[in-house]
């Protein structure tokens, strides 16, 4: 069977430490996305109750209905901005920075690989 050129085999090991932790990166965004689920539920409470909303079936005036326009669409915008900016300064995913941890892993996959048929 061949493998798509683009694609490629990297064993599921970390290029900087040779060890599997995918339990572990599971675990931590589990728990991460919960953590923001439960924040986000307190936020929204919040930012409704700051825009003036009103519970109970009462007509809501023009401001609060701006401001939940507001809270829907320009709030996000700025966030999804913000997380962009993060990605770009904080995390600099080049190509060439793919390439040279894929080709780290298919060093270390081969030579594991000569490992276990020296020893079998």
């Known amino acids: 069977m061949q493998r798509h050129p683009t694609r490629r085999r990297t064993s599921?090991?970390?290029a900087g430490t040779g060890e599997r932790n995918?339990?572990?990166?599971?675990?931590?965004?589990?728990?991460?996305?919960?953590l923001g689920q439960a924040i986000a539920g307190?936020?929204?409470g919040w930012a409704l109750?700051?825009?003036?909303?009103?519970?109970?079936?009462?007509e809501q005036s023009r401001?609060?209905?701006d401001g939940i326009y507001t809270l829907g669409t320009l709030v996000p915008a700025l966030l999804v901005l913000v997380?962009?900016?993060?990605?770009?300064f904080w995390y600099p995913l080049t190509k060439k920075r793919?390439?040279?941890?894929?080709?780290?892993?298919?060093?270390?996959?081969a030579a594991a690989a000569a490992s276990a048929s020296e020893q079998a």
């Open 12 to 14: 599921g090991r970390s």
């Open 22 to 34: 995918d339990a572990t990166v599971y675990g931590m965004y589990s728990w991460s996305r919960k």
């Open 42 to 44: 307190g936020l929204v």
């Open 49 to 58: 109750g700051w825009i003036g909303y009103q519970s109970g079936g009462v």
């Open 63 to 65: 401001s609060v209905l």
């Open 83 to 88: 997380s962009l900016l993060a990605l770009v």
């Open 98 to 109: 793919v390439d040279e941890n894929v080709a780290i892993l298919e060093e270390r996959h």
